[in-house]
């Protein structure tokens, strides 16, 4: 059984950084592409930055140059690096992969940005 279990969320003001953990169990991390998704009150699930099992990376537009999503095969664990962190990035943070056809979902990581 896949479980995907974030951490990490937290209330920052403008400006300021945070790290969120993904830590994966019941699959061959490696082999999988990773996914942070994110979804804010009243708005539909948007993907916010990808990674491969080559380690290749993409970005949702608005997060490019801010956010930085990296893995961690050993540890089976993916991350997301947040810096200058605005307003609009409020939202709750989800871990995600594609394993045998099936999504599988943390259980999100709430994060908040407010002065």
Known sequence: QVQLVESGGDLVQPGESLRLSCAASGMLFRLYTMYWYRQAPGKQREL?????????????????????????????????????????????????????????WGQGAQVTISS
């Open 48 to 104: 916010v930055a990808t990674i491969t099992d080559g380690g290749r990376t993409n970005y949702h537009e608005s997060v490019k140059g801010r956010f930085t999503i990296s893995r961690d095969n050993a540890k089976n664990t993916l991350y997301l690096q947040m810096n200058s962190l605005k307003p609009e990035d409020t939202a709750v943070y989800y871990c995600n992969t594609i394993y045998r056809g099936t999504y599988y």
